[in-house]
């Protein structure tokens, strides 16, 4: 595929000693090959299923639900499966900076400057983390694709590989 992507920006010296500069870009980014392709394997993590006890002893989280009162976790190893993702889509990020600089001509070698951005990346490639998955199944019933259940409720597999997650972002400045 292609994409196109813009950028403006400019520079102005109301006077010798300043100089205020300012950019809006759009960027993206193609996941990488290991992001891609790299290959899936098992790890086992240490993790705490909050759903231990299965509904009946966890009736506020709607993740739990269908899950047997029967069922305990056993190990705290559960099998986690980690790698790469062919279905990631790229990343894209819009940013805006502003900022100035400043050289007083009466003071030798000093320069000032203060920069303020706000960046945004949408469809971020990471991994969530298995507790985070598990957490957020339980609590709030989303990510709960990324976990395979056997018929008591034990967690048989539970995917940590890369995907998009929402967005990111990053404001501040620097002086």
């Given at each position: 595929?292609?994409?196109?992507?813009?950028?403006?920006?400019?520079?102005?010296?109301?006077?010798?000693?300043?100089?205020?500069?300012?950019?809006?870009?759009?960027?993206?980014?193609?996941?990488?090959?290991?992001?891609?392709?790299?290959?899936?394997?098992?790890?086992?993590?240490?993790?705490?299923?909050?759903?231990?006890?299965?509904?009946?002893?966890?009736?506020?989280?709607?993740?739990?639900?269908?899950?047997?009162?029967?069922?305990?976790?056993?190990?705290?190893?559960?099998?986690?499966?980690?790698?790469?993702?062919?279905?990631?889509?790229?990343?894209?990020?819009?940013?805006?900076?502003?900022?100035?600089?400043?050289?007083?001509?009466?003071?030798?070698?000093?320069?000032?400057?203060?920069?303020?951005?706000?960046?945004?990346?949408?469809?971020?490639?990471?991994?969530?983390?298995?507790?985070?998955?598990?957490?957020?199944?339980?609590?709030?019933?989303?990510?709960?694709?990324?976990?395979?259940?056997?018929s008591s409720g034990?967690?048989?597999?539970?995917?940590?590989?890369?995907?998009?997650?929402?967005?990111?972002?990053?404001?501040?400045?620097?002086?």
């Open positions: 595929g292609d994409t196109t992507n813009s950028k403006v920006g400019f520079t102005w010296k109301p006077f010798s000693d300043l100089m205020v500069r300012g950019t809006y870009s759009e960027a993206f980014r193609a996941p990488s090959v290991l992001e891609l392709f790299r290959g899936q394997s098992d790890s086992f993590n240490t993790l705490t299923d909050p759903c231990n006890g299965g509904a009946a002893a966890n009736p506020d989280k709607a993740g739990c639900a269908g899950i047997p009162a029967s069922y305990e976790q056993a190990n705290p190893q559960i099998r986690t499966t980690i790698g790469g993702n062919p279905d990631l889509l790229p990343e894209e990020a819009e940013s805006q900076t502003l900022g100035f600089v400043y050289n007083p001509s009466a003071i030798d070698n000093l320069s000032m400057t203060l920069d303020v951005y706000d960046i945004e990346i949408d469809n971020t490639v990471t991994t969530v983390g298995a507790q985070t998955i598990l957490d957020a199944c339980a609590e709030n019933n989303t990510l709960c694709n990324l976990i395979d259940r056997g034990a967690v048989s597999d539970l995917r940590n590989f890369n995907i998009n997650a929402n967005s990111r972002t990053a404001k501040g400045f620097d002086w």
